[in-house]
């Protein structure tokens, strides 16, 4: 956990991950068929993780569909972890971004507190925070019960959209932030809810939609 002096105010530099610290891949579905090839995710768990994702669908329920995580349910948690930790060194570190790397140790270097939000799996999260040597990793925690089984639902505040400004709100009373001299690093639309809290929100690989509204606010365009 990063240690601050509650006193101090700092400057933090907050990075989406996938799309943005990671191109063009995501980290759950590279995850999701990984476990398939392992066949440890079975056919029943995908007929569960469907039927469970067309109920929500019918009901509009369209950001239940990103919580929907029963392709996991009964399933032990610390496996999980394990398989998280092999696929990320197999399959997702190769396509981390140098120029991304190379802009968070820039902004380290200069003082900032690297924050990772994400709504990927927190176990990813925390690959990702050791990877890139970032001081906070936050995405979404899979509710577990009392024998360390997975539920299929989710612990907490679901960092995706709207629920990412509720963690950096979170985060700004915890270590004193200061949002007008920090940066938001992302590439979806859905990202601009927390993107506009900072002074400096930067689109990287944006997507046509944050691309427009980038421009039309004037923010910084790159590409990781």
């Not at 569909?65 to 197999?90: P, Q, T, W």
């Not at 009392?146 to 639902?153: A, F, L, N, V």
């Not at 992302?186 to 689109?203: C, E, L, S, T, W």
Request: with cysteine; aromatic share 12%; charged share 25%.
């Amino acid at each position: 956990m990063y240690v601050v002096e509650s006193n101090v105010v700092k400057r933090a530099a907050i990075f989406d991950i996938d799309g943005t610290i990671l191109r063009n891949i995501s980290s759950e579905r590279v995850f999701f068929r990984y476990l398939i090839e392992k066949g440890i995710v079975t056919s029943e768990d995908l007929l569960r993780f469907a039927t469970v994702f067309l109920n929500n669908f019918m009901r509009f329920k369209g950001l239940y569909v990103r919580r929907n995580k029963y392709y996991l349910k009964n399933k032990a948690y610390e496996k999980i972890v394990s398989d998280v930790n092999e696929c990320f060194k197999k399959r997702i570190s190769p396509h981390i971004s140098v120029t991304a790397l190379e802009e968070i140790h820039m902004l380290k270097d200069k003082g900032h507190m690297i924050i990772l939000l994400s709504g990927t799996l927190s176990p990813f999260v925390e690959c990702f925070k050791k990877y890139c040597d970032a001081d906070i990793g936050i995405g979404t925690n899979l509710a577990i019960d009392d024998e360390g089984i997975i539920t299929g639902e989710i612990n907490g505040i679901h960092s995706y959209s709207g629920g990412k400004a509720k963690v950096v709100n979170r985060l700004v009373t915890e270590y004193n932030i200061d949002l007008s001299s920090s940066y938001a690093y992302a590439n979806q639309y859905v990202d601009v809810k927390f993107m506009r809290m900072v002074g400096h929100p930067i689109a990287v690989n944006a997507s046509p939609l944050l691309r427009l509204y980038a421009k039309m606010n004037r923010w910084k365009i790159v590409e990781f």
